[in-house]
């Protein structure tokens, strides 16, 4: 990494320092759990809110994609669970850490262990005057592990996300996808449970982007790890089981997929979409469905026995077409 804000090279938090645990709310179990977030700017006199009360649970072991136009609130959300910004308001919590709650030193410390982040500028990534293996080492030098474990591991990573021959190579005589690979390996150096990628894959061409996003799969099936990717690619998106856009700094659908297998042994993916519920009971209706049906400012609801039905104001049609 390349600044100092950056998870994998922060500052020692030391091998003894504790980070407090919290709970999440009764009830709600999971990796990464975000509880009314809100996040607010401000500056010149303007206030820009971010996020606005953004709800989310992601459980141990998943592999997410995260889709959303710019402005959404992605990048805020991906800097707050990096431990790279703060919230404003509500609650977040990653591996069992409120991180609203901890200090200074105990955040450095949980970059350090908790959470790896892999930026899309490759540049950003790795420190150009040492090799791959080099910047795998560092996270781990800096932690103060045992440096015959540290050598061990970082061979382990670089075979397993399949650069070893690159071991010794500097980042500029490294492809990008040999770069983001290598940055990803130094993410894990320090065994993280969560791995953040804000667009790992949007400096590189669709080939090279695939080796990148099976090295991300492989750290979330062979090694554990629950992994967070932000992405535009829909080749990206399409291969996860989970995708969740945010819009209006709230998360505002998810697509769930899964296999299917035909009679004649075909398996193939099949997606569905839903609407988000918040904690508040909110829902952010699609804005291709709200614009088609001319729905404005309110709408009907009407409970059935095993469903809402949702229908436009027909008390406002009439005024909308006089108007």
């Known amino acids: 990494m390349t600044e100092t804000g950056s998870p994998a090279l922060a500052g020692d938090g030391g091998p003894t320092e504790r980070i407090p645990a919290d709970q999440p709310p009764t009830g709600v179990d999971g990796m990464i759990v ?33 889709i959303g136009a ?36 105990q955040r450095l410390a949980y970059r350090r262990r908790t959470v790896g ?16 293996r080099q910047n795998v080492l560092l996270p781990m030098r800096l932690g103060r592990i045992h440096r015959r474990e540290r050598l061990r591991r970082a061979g382990f990573l670089l075979d397993t996300l399949g650069i070893a021959d690159c071991a010794d190579r500097t980042p500029d005589r490294l492809s990008g996808g040999e770069q983001q690979r290598a940055a990803i390996a130094t993410a894990l150096a320090n ?72 009679e004649h042994g075909r398996t193939s993916l099949h997606a569905r979409e839903y609407a988000t519920l918040d904690r508040a009971g909110r829902i952010q209706l699609p804005r291709e469905m ?14 059935e026995p095993d469903h809402i039905g949702v229908w436009p104001d027909q008390a406002a049609a009439p005024r909308e077409r006089d108007g």
Not at 58 to 65: F, Q, S, V
Not at 290 to 303: D, I, P, S
């Open 70 to 105: 710019a402005g959404s609130g992605k990048s805020t959300l991906m800097n707050i669970l990096a431990g790279l910004d703060a919230p404003t308001a509500g609650k977040v919590w990653v591996a069992g850490r409120d991180l609203g709650a901890i200090s200074a030193k």
């Open 117 to 132: 982040f892999i930026w899309q500028q490759t540049s950003r990534n790795l420190l150009p005057y040492l090799t791959a």
């Open 191 to 262: 065994e993280p449970r969560v791995l953040l990628a804000d667009e790992p894959t949007g400096e590189l061409d669709s080939s090279t982007a695939q080796d990148v996003f099976s090295a991300l799969q492989t750290a979330n099936t062979e090694l554990g790890v629950t992994v967070l990717v932000v992405t535009h690619d829909p080749a990206v998106s399409s291969q996860v089981r989970r995708t969740l856009a945010i819009r209006d700094g709230r998360t505002s659908s998810e697509t769930i997929r899964h296999a299917a297998t035909d």
């Open 290 to 303: 709200t614009t088609r049906l001319r729905m404005r400012n309110r709408v009907q609801l009407q409970e």
């Open 34 to 66: 975000c509880d009314r977030l809100v996040r607010i700017y401000s500056g010149d006199g303007i206030e820009v809110q971010a996020l606005q009360g953004l709800d989310l649970l992601i459980a141990d072991g998943e592999l997410t994609a995260l």
